[in-house]
């Protein structure tokens, strides 16, 4: 028997630039950090902090993930950061995270009730322990597979299944403690 051998280019993927990499992923990065609940008026700063990690370890990418989970698994950690550092206090408001987020042309009642909506999420979502809001984030607005997540936080697979098993659990019931209207 003949032993096989991968080619040089099979076995490695096509290395990525940073600009490639911040074009196909800033929105998501983005939309992750504050659906981890960083606050309105840190989101940029804490995006930037996410590229930074990015950029400086860049070389050490190798391709085990997709480009986005693997930034993903940087903005829930960046996140992590921020909500440690900048704890909000018990008097200060939560602030809503859907303004500025209407689409072009989009109708006031649209736009409001697209507001309201996220401004619920974003009250369930603090509700939630961290590492059962990094998974829902991840999976249920991010549609991240359980896998990818896995990679992306660096848990193990059974780990990201009970998580998101838990925290589905508590998206029924803050539901159906609220009618099931929201």
Known sequence: ?????????????EPI????????TAELAFRVLGGMGVRADELDDALQDVFVVAHRRL???????????????IAVRVAHDYRRRHS??????LEP?????????ELPDTSLIRAQALDSVQTFLEQLPA?????FVLAELEQQSAPEIALSLQVPLNTIYSRLRLARAHFEDWVQARGGEE
Do not use: C, I, N
């Not at 070389?59 to 693997?70: H, V």
């Open 59 to 73: 070389p050490e990418f190798r391709g085990d993930s997709k480009p986005s989970t693997w930034v993903s698994g």
């Open 17 to 24: 630039d940073f600009d490639t990499l911040y074009d196909q």
């Open 131 to 135: 590492p059962q809001r990094e998974v």
């Open 88 to 93: 909000r206090k018990p008097s200060e408001p």
């Open 1 to 13: 028997m003949h032993a096989r051998t991968l080619s040089p280019a099979l076995s490695r993927p």
């Open 97 to 105: 995270h859907a303004q500025g987020l209407v689409a072009p042309g």
